[in-house]
């Protein structure tokens, strides 16, 4: 793999966290940055397989249009458009006062963005085993208690 590429994907990861963290928070949640992010993550992914394929990133940032560049490389990708028609409005949409997100329209676009990228790390030749730190083990969790004690 490049390493320009690896960079590209290690900002989508570094994008889905944030969507999931969004998705999980209790005290103070931003389910417009979710929405946001999860539109990047779904982009960086496309950038990344155009930037593995040699191919020149454009600077962008509707998904229909870099689906329909990514196309001849990933014909299979077609069949997330609909996902991404839906994620690229986010990259506008909720960053400016009028509109806002709900907790359900957050997990939506995490549902859909977690689609993609499992289309997009198979393409990338990539595992699709849930991401390293999601859950805690119950190592951690005891070590915590533990350092609280003390």
């Not at 990047?40 to 689906?67: D, F, T, W």
Request: with cysteine; glycine share 4%; net charge positive.
């Amino acid at each position: 793999m490049k390493p320009a590429t690896a960079e590209w994907i290690a900002k989508a990861e570094g994008d889905l966290f944030t969507v999931e963290r969004e998705c999980r928070a209790r005290r103070r949640p931003n389910y417009d940055a979710a929405c946001f992010h999860a539109q990047q993550c779904a982009e960086k992914y496309m950038k990344a397989r155009m930037c593995e394929a040699g191919l020149s990133i454009p600077k962008i940032h509707n998904l229909v249009e870099l689906l329909e560049r990514t196309l001849e490389l990933e014909p299979i990708w077609d069949a997330y458009r609909e996902d991404l028609a839906l994620l690229s409005g986010y990259a506008v949409s909720y960053r400016y006062p009028g509109e806002s997100a709900s907790l359900e329209r957050a997990k939506d676009a995490l549902r859909r963005c977690r689609r993609f990228r499992e289309a997009a790390r198979s393409s990338l030749g990539l595992p699709n085993e849930k991401r390293a730190g999601r859950t805690r083990r119950k190592s951690q969790v005891g070590s915590r208690k533990t350092r609280r004690r003390r």
